[in-house]
């Protein structure tokens, strides 16, 4: 499946526009600064010199007008390289191909792999396949996508937030975020008075 897969990647990415925001048909811009340019290109330099990884697609970038890193792909066969256990904000992608037949293991590892939890995706055209990953990774991410491109929330419609390492799971966009901006107080009120200072269960039977 890896190499029917990787033609319609590699035929996708080729399409993708790069340039200036003023040109609303460009769907990749710049990053937002040096700073940044220089932490995601490192670990496209790292994956090039690495022996477990190898750049399959893209992999250029240039910062001589505007901060612009070309979409790359990078693929391993450790399932605990950089790429795959790191936040990268940028337009970096790591792909691990498992064996069809550990696709119960290959969930737990993803589980296991990151301290991060943002986001998670899974397709597939078996139900069963969805449940099992589903229930599998429940605490793995934030926002969870099923057969869906797992980007593009929006706030006021789609309510997001990550888990783990990546936030406190809050949702922007619901009424969950509006608990982020109050001081929630907790009063006890009785209205039939104490007379001993001892709890119920300390009676003596």
């Known amino acids: 499946m890896w190499n029917e897969v990787y033609l319609h990647l590699k035929e996708g990415i ?51 007008q505007g901060y612009f890193i070309q979409p790359t792909v990078i693929k391993t066969e450790n ?38 939890g943002l986001t998670g995706a899974v397709f597939s055209v078996d139900r069963r396949a969805i449940e099992i990953a589903l229930d599998e990774l429940r605490n793995s991410a934030g926002n969870f996508y099923i057969n869906d491109k797992p980007t593009g929330a929006v706030v006021g419609q789609q309510p997001f937030g990550g888990a783990r390492g990546s936030g406190t799971n809050d949702k922007a966009g619901s009424l969950l975020n509006l608990y982020r901006w109050v001081s929630p107080r907790t009063i006890k009120e009785r209205f039939v008075t104490a007379n001993d200072y001892r709890y119920t269960f300390m009676d003596e039977k």
């Open 14 to 64: 080729e399409t993708i526009k790069m340039g200036t925001v003023e040109d609303f048909t460009n769907f990749i811009n710049a990053v937002i600064d040096e700073s940044a340019f220089d932490s995601i290109t490192s670990y496209i330099d790292q994956a090039k010199a690495d022996k477990d990884a190898e750049v399959i697609i893209g992999g250029n970038y240039d910062k001589s």
């Open 79 to 116: 399932p605990h390289y950089r790429t795959m256990v790191e936040e990268i904000f940028g337009p970096v992608l790591t792909i691990y191909v498992y064996d069809d037949e550990k696709y119960l293991e290959t969930l737990r590892l993803l589980d296991k792999t990151s301290v991060y």
